[in-house]
């Protein structure tokens, strides 16, 4: 039987595990520029328990500059997430473009709070990116999903026949069929 754990103390899931290599090692990074590569697909999103996308093939290009007190990252994504369209239920690609960028500081204790600011503890050697390719990805995702071939017409699907059948007809009474009672009311705004 193990020890309890000290108050406070936070374990790593399975799946978290599973995210390490989404630490970024800086310490022994020389000044400058470096690149971190990485692919996303939705193994990614179910060790989140994130399931509104049936599939995902993402490339993440981190570009971290490394200076004396502080360093940028700057992260880029490109790629398409598998997503059912809100009217007609069909999975389809949507393509995704995002990019973040986030300042690292160091400072007493660690502090993620602001969006654009990463304070990390002084004698940190890495910080992990999961989180922030994960929100920033979800949030890329555009809130009304519709297909591309509801848009250009292409789309033939039973739903959207069911749609095209049951939406409202035009009003087919003439402009002169006017209820006689709104005539006189009419007058007296053109009659000024």
Not at 18 to 43: M, Q, R, T, W
Not at 112 to 117: A, T
Not at 127 to 140: D, P, R
């Amino acid at each position: 039987m193990h020890p309890p754990l000290p108050a406070g103390t936070q374990t790593l899931s399975v799946e978290m595990m599973k995210l390490k290599e989404y630490f970024i090692p800086f310490s022994g990074l020389k000044l400058g520029e470096h690149k971190f590569v990485y692919d996303i697909d939705n193994a990614f999103f179910e060790s989140f328990d994130y399931q509104e996308f049936n599939g995902a093939s993402v490339r993440i290009d981190a570009i971290l500059e490394k200076m004396s007190t502080m360093m940028e990252l700057q992260i880029n994504a490109k790629g398409t997430i598998n997503v059912d369209c809100d009217l007609t239920g069909e999975s389809f690609d949507q393509p995704i473009d995002s990019n973040l960028k986030l300042v690292v500081k160091f400072g007493d204790e660690y502090n993620d709070e602001n969006d654009e600011i990463l304070i990390i503890p002084h004698g940190e050697h890495q910080f992990n990116i999961a989180q922030y390719i994960y929100e920033m990805l979800v949030l890329a995702a555009p809130r009304k999903r519709v297909h591309p071939g509801v848009e250009d017409g292409t789309l033939q699907s039973d739903i959207l026949d069911k749609l095209e059948e049951l939406q409202p007809k035009e009003n087919t009474k003439s402009i002169e069929e006017t209820d006689p009672r709104w005539d006189d009311l009419k007058k007296l705004l053109t009659d000024k």
